[in-house]
């Protein structure tokens, strides 16, 4: 499942606990709202101590602002906690869940567009940056083969990419199409560039391979024209 995907489910999530209740606008502010209700049934003499209020069991809390309007809430959803947080034009601002894949925290502007989701999965954590338009811009992840930077376009096309695995750090370069342009690697047999043309062949390559240098040129069928050492 794609980190999209993903935030897809969280929205809807999100959506479906608006409908549950008109006062109930999802969940953020465990902490505040569970201190603010352990001081609304205890009060401040310290009767949760003495013997009160020692648990505290419900399906869904309600924060609520000094005009009566749901600010924030935690709720089970099919079966596992959502919390989320609303600013005060009931747009979006926060949104954590947890589901079988994992665990998600999205974060929205004051318009209600998601800017950041992180995340918690089976194969890794992921980080993803949007714009203002709610395109994904960057990406940042760790799996069991390394870490993975990926720079997007407003358009969505991959720009840059950096991985760094077991034989090396890859740097990959890409045009306004996706097509890939330039590579670099620093690999355990030596380093590498590599350039392409906007058909994805490569035209030229430079590498110093087990201490030797080599340097090679190719036409557009891949087919090398010039190399050296000869």
Not at 43 to 53: H, I, K, L, Q, S
Not at 61 to 86: C, T
Not at 96 to 109: F, N, P, V
Request: with cysteine.
């Amino acid at each position: 499942m794609t980190t999209e995907e993903r935030l897809e489910n969280l929205e809807r999530e999100l959506a479906q606990t608006k409908r549950q209740n008109h006062w109930f606008l999802a969940v953020f502010g465990l902490a505040v709202g569970l201190f603010a209700l352990g001081w609304y049934f205890t009060g401040t003499t310290g009767r949760a101590a003495e013997g009160g209020v020692k648990d505290l069991r419900a399906s869904k809390f309600i924060l609520v602002d000094a005009n009566g309007e749901a600010r924030a809430g935690l709720s089970m959803l099919e079966g596992e906690p959502v919390l989320a947080l609303y600013h005060a034009n009931d747009k979006a601002h926060a949104l954590l869940a947890m589901s079988k894949d994992g665990l998600a925290l999205a974060l929205y502007d004051k318009k209600g567009k998601h800017r950041l989701v992180l995340g918690v999965y089976e194969d890794g954590p992921e980080l993803r940056l949007y714009d203002a338009n709610e395109k994904t811009r960057a990406g940042l992840g760790l799996s069991n083969d390394g870490p993975e930077l990926n720079l997007e376009d407003e358009n969505g096309k991959t720009r840059a990419g950096l991985i760094l695995d077991k034989d090396g750090p890859r740097l990959t370069l890409y045009d306004a199409h996706g097509e890939l342009r330039a590579g670099m690697a620093a690999l355990k047999d030596g380093p590498k560039l590599e350039l392409d043309d906007e058909n994805g062949t490569c035209r030229a390559g430079l590498g110093v391979i087990n201490g030797k240098p080599v340097l090679g040129l190719t036409d557009e069928k891949g087919n090398i024209i010039w190399s050296a050492p000869r």
